[in-house]
């Protein structure tokens, strides 16, 4: 378990934050006593080690263009390129509750492992601790799936030389290695709005947070019409002296 270091009084002053220059968002979003119902939660993750061995050919290009006389020049030139490289893994998350969006718990990433504990409920209090219920087997293509992309962008992050990198071929091999079960803090705050859900997570430990919000455009078209009228008024009284 890592325990929470961001308190209540910080997650919901980093959500407000989070609304500053929202101008046309709903009332909802901003009332004091709904912002009240944001949970601490520990999500269930598993935490995957694994190698990787991955090959990889690519088209390299470069293009150059200059004038000569009337006639604009470009010169391409086509390179063979050639990467491969091993990759050791350690602790990749993948949040076990179908009930957290894949999407939010990827972005509140990292969580400093440095602070992990042996699981005590001296760190439950306060706190709401959910249960996984995906389990760890029909985890391991999301895992893998995770450490093969880290892999191949490394790879062509070493291809920045050329102005293009055109994959040919690929060839990535993973070895998983243990899996580790722990319960990670975030903050959350979900909202419903004309029938859809809205969701803020916030990183317990380190702060970083992600946040759905949606436009009123009720409230758009209202100040639009309050700023519209007033010019339309004074292009009207200027035709009128013409």
């Not at 709904?34 to 470069?62: N, Q």
């Not at 893994?89 to 999407?103: L, Q, W, Y």
């Not at 962008?153 to 993973?174: F, P, S, V």
Request: with cysteine.
């Amino acid at each position: 378990i890592i325990p929470f270091k961001k308190d209540k009084k910080a997650a919901k002053a980093a959500y407000f934050n989070h609304l500053k220059g929202k101008k046309y968002l709903p009332k909802v979003f901003k009332k004091e006593n709904h912002v009240d119902e944001m949970k601490g939660v520990y999500v269930p993750f598993w935490l995957y080690d694994a190698e990787a061995d991955a090959r990889g050919s690519y088209e390299g290009l470069t293009t150059e263009s200059h004038r000569e006389g009337d006639y604009n020049v470009t010169t391409t030139q086509h390179y063979d390129v050639r990467r491969e490289g091993t990759a050791v893994f350690t602790r990749v998350p993948v949040d076990g509750s179908s009930k957290m969006p894949n999407t939010h718990m990827d972005a509140i990433e990292p969580f400093d492992y440095s602070a992990i504990q042996p699981f005590s409920t001296a760190s439950l209090p306060g706190f709401l601790a959910d249960k996984y219920d995906v389990s760890v087997e029909d985890s391991h293509d999301r895992a893998d799936g995770r450490c093969a992309a880290s892999l191949e962008g490394a790879l062509r992050r070493t291809t920045t030389q050329y102005d293009a990198c055109i994959t040919k071929d690929k060839d990535i091999r993973l070895r998983r290695g243990k899996v580790h079960y722990a319960l990670l803090p975030v903050w959350m705050l979900h909202t419903k709005w004309n029938g859809k859900d809205f969701l803020f997570a916030m990183n317990g430990q380190t702060g970083k947070l992600v946040g759905d919000l949606p436009t009123d455009m009720g409230k758009f078209w209202a100040i639009f019409a309050a700023i519209a009228a007033p010019v339309s008024a004074i292009a009207a009284a200027i035709l009128m002296l013409m």
